[in-house]
């Protein structure tokens, strides 16, 4: 059984920063790409950030938001700077795990990220 546990949501105000982990755990021989999405109510769920074969940002996060890696430690960070309003929403840990026998995605549950004006 393979996990995706986030942490590091809360509430700002703007212009602050908060450091979202997501930490990966149960059988896992090898993990590919990780990354954090978001969605904000009554939107669609999108990308902010993957780390991969290469690293991409949304347009509207770049310049604040950075993702990085600890593979030792199956983690996966997401350390955002100079929130802004708009930054409000859930924010889902993702990544491509193989267990044994295939690759697969698997999601955290989640976790809300409020910000202030």
């Known amino acids: 059984q393979v996990q995706l546990v986030e942490s590091g949501g809360g509430l700002v105000q703007a212009g602050g920063s908060l450091r979202l982990s997501c930490a990966a755990s149960?059988?896992?021989?090898?993990?590919?790409?990780m990354g954090w999405y978001r969605q904000a109510p009554g939107k669609q769920r999108e990308l902010v950030a993957l780390?991969?074969?290469?690293?991409n940002y949304a347009d509207s996060v770049k310049g604040r938001f950075t993702i990085s890696r600890d593979n030792a430690k199956k983690t996966v960070y997401l350390q955002m700077n100079s929130l802004k309003p708009e930054d409000t929403a859930v924010y889902y840990c993702?990544?491509?795990?193989?267990?044994?026998?295939?690759?697969?995605?698997?999601w955290g549950q989640g976790t809300q990220v409020t910000v202030s004006s």
């Open positions: 993702n990544a491509e795990i193989w267990s044994g026998g295939s690759w697969r995605t698997y």
């Open positions: 149960g059988s896992i021989f090898s993990i590919n790409a």
């Open positions: 780390s991969g074969s290469s690293t």
